[in-house]
């Protein structure tokens, strides 16, 4: 079954139901730092403007007119990254022909965030979504870490912060 969902998010981080204390575990230095306060709509600005040919997963396909092209394996990882949650996956279908692979993310609260969404352009229609484990899954291209690290490392710089490291489990 195909699904439609909206792609734009721009709820106010604090908004978001906290399991524990997330917010303060989201982002890690070598001591402790946090997430600056931010609407999630100033994030996806800030992932939006890190994006490149080099962070696309389909480089020879990316173009700044569709600069989500590609991108969202890494925009996903670099949100759970943040947030934690769980990563979700569906195929892509093309005039019933499955084409690739999606990804977003499921926050705890049960938000759902894909920044991504836009990139599919051609009456796509989208397959059952799959929860994925990023410790288990195998990574579908050879330079998935490089181009997730980099993206990360755009991200904490706009931020403010030199690293970002999953959140530590309850």
């Not at 734009?8 to 917010?23: F, H, K, M, N, Y």
């Not at 943040?82 to 999606?102: N, P």
Request: proline share 5%.
């Amino acid at each position: 079954m195909a699904s439609t969902r909206d792609t734009r998010v721009s709820d106010d981080l604090t908004a978001i139901p906290r399991q524990g204390d997330i917010e303060s575990r989201c982002w890690r230095l070598s001591a402790a730092a946090t997430l600056p306060a931010m609407t999630l709509a100033k994030l996806e600005a800030i992932i939006r403007s890190a994006w490149s040919k080099d962070t696309s997963d389909d480089p020879d396909e990316w173009t700044e007119s569709n600069s989500a092209g590609g991108q969202c394996g890494v925009t996903a990882m670099v949100l759970y990254q943040l947030f934690g949650g769980v990563l979700l996956v569906s195929d892509v279908f093309r005039d019933g022909t499955r084409v690739e692979t999606h990804h977003w993310n499921r926050l705890a609260s049960g938000l759902e965030i894909d920044l991504t969404r836009e990139q599919f352009r051609r009456g796509e229609t989208f397959g059952e979504p799959r929860i994925i484990d990023p410790a288990t899954s195998r990574e579908p291209k050879p330079d998935s870490l490089r181009r997730v690290q980099l993206l990360s490392s755009r991200v904490a710089e706009a931020l403010g912060n030199q690293a970002m490291n999953r959140p530590e489990s309850s």
